[in-house]
Each structure stands twice: as structure tokens, then as C-alpha cells.
């Protein structure tokens, strides 16, 4: 079984749609990030988590929320989905120590569709 | 202001030869990580490595190797005997320390391994 999955790998949906993107991750890890990709480009964060009740903004936070109901879920929403956010979404994890050794692992990915 | 530079658009080179990709990056911190991904056909993304600003030694996992030169400000990747699996697009990545809200990825180099 996949260590971080994403539902749904697949979306489309409508401007003004609220909807939500899952993440579960089964590596025990306190972080846990969301990501998109816009084609052709690197990632950009959105939003972080560095455990349940820590929630921060990434750089383009805006037009998100998140939500980390457990340590292992960390969810992303578009309350009112526009046709910019169409993009590649991938959620992350973490496992950052005290010595500064990561090693990140990354979801499948959910591409959304906003017409 | 920090930027990634990752010159080489598109690579080809034919399989079983060495391959480097280069990554060049803009800073004023003193302490900052440095990143590789790789991000294949399929989609998915794959974390390479992670590298502390203090840390200069030089990196090797496999056939992969990892040259930090903090003088020349790079994070050169080199694939050595490459194989057609090798082909993807990769990433280098810069975050500064404190600033955990934003990383800055290159444009990514795709590399073609041809059998």
C-alpha cells in the first residue's frame, strides 16, 4: 500500500463548486504539506502542517483552507473553485529530525479541472 | 531575493553515459536547504535529496552524486551509467531556514535517456 494517498486522483468541477482534496498518510509523520504544480513548472506550498494543531499558510494560500482532523489526514478545500486553480495538487509528508535529515514523500497527486 | 537557476531546458544523452544537471542559486541567508526531484512520465514526484547549507560534502546514493559548491553557489546532480528509467523531468529547489512557508523550485531540466 501507497504510503501518502490522495482522493481524488481526478476532479472536475465547476467555477464557484466547493470541494475538497484528501490526503491520508501512513508514515506516522507530524508534517504533512500541500503542493500544486502549475504545467511546466516546480511546486508551489499552499499550506503546511507541522502536527494536528499547527496549520500555517504556504505562499499562495489564498482561495484554500485546510484541515488536519488527525495526524495522519490533512485535507485541502477550494471553497469556491475558479478556473485559475486548475492545477496538479500533491500532498507531502515529512519526516524532518533535530539533526536537519528530511526525507520527503510525496502523494500520487490529484489533478483538478475547473471549467 | 532567492532564485533557482536550472540553465539546461531539455537533455538527451544516450543510455550507459554520465549525465550532470545543473542547478545554480541566489541567496542572502547563511543557512538554507537545498533540494532535487524527480518528476517521471507517470506524474508522480520523487524526492531526491535534501541538503543543508552547512553541509558540503559531496553526496552519493547509488549511481546518483550530488556536487554542493557553496562558492560557485551550485547543487549539481550527476547520474552516472544512466539508464532509460532515469528519464524525467528534475527539479532543483531552495528554502531559507525560517522560512518554511516557501520554497523556490528551478524551471526543471528534462532528461531523455535513449536506449
Known amino acids: 500500500d501507497a504510503d501518502v494517498t490522495q482522493t481524488p486522483r481526478n476532479r472536475i468541477t465547476k467555477t464557484g463548486k466547493r470541494i475538497m482534496l484528501e490526503c491520508s498518510q501512513t508514515?506516522?509523520?507530524?508534517?504533512m504539506y500541500w503542493y500544486r504544480q502549475d504545467p511546466g513548472l516546480g511546486l508551489r506550498l499552499i499550506y503546511y502542517?507541522?502536527?494536528?494543531?499547527?496549520?500555517n499558510k504556504g505562499e499562495i494560500s489564498d482561495g484554500y483552507s485546510v484541515s488536519r482532523q488527525a495526524q495522519a489526514k490533512f485535507s485541502l478545500s477550494l471553497e469556491s473553485a475558479i478556473p485559475n486553480q486548475t492545477a496538479l495538487y500533491f500532498c507531502?509528508?515529512?519526516?524532518?529530525?533535530?539533526?536537519?535529515?528530511?526525507?520527503?514523500?510525496f502523494g500520487p497527486g490529484t489533478r483538478l479541472l475547473v471549467l | 531575493a532567492q532564485k533557482v537557476t536550472q540553465a539546461q531546458t531539455e537533455i538527451s544523452v544516450v543510455e550507459k553515459e554520465d549525465v550532470t544537471l545543473d542547478c545554480v542559486y541566489e541567496?542572502?541567508?547563511?543557512?538554507?536547504?537545498l533540494f532535487w526531484y524527480k518528476q517521471p512520465p507517470s506524474g508522480e514526484l520523487v524526492f531526491l535529496i535534501r541538503?543543508?547549507?552547512?553541509?558540503?560534502q559531496n553526496e552519493i546514493s547509488g549511481r546518483y552524486s550530488w556536487n554542493f559548491q557553496k562558492s560557485t553557489s551550485s547543487f549539481n546532480f550527476t547520474i552516472t551509467a544512466s539508464q532509460v528509467v532515469d528519464s524525467a523531468v528534475y527539479f532543483c529547489a531552495l528554502s531559507e531556514a525560517g522560512r518554511d512557508d516557501k520554497i523556490i523550485f528551478g524551471k526543471g531540466t528534462r532528461l531523455h535517456i535513449l536506449p
Open positions: 508514515k506516522g509523520h507530524d508534517r
Open positions: 507531502a509528508t515529512s519526516d524532518l529530525t533535530g539533526v536537519g535529515q528530511e526525507t520527503q514523500y
Open positions: 502542517s507541522f502536527d494536528v494543531k499547527d496549520i
Open positions: 541538503r543543508n547549507s552547512f553541509d558540503e
Open positions: 541567496t542572502r541567508d547563511t543557512t538554507y536547504y
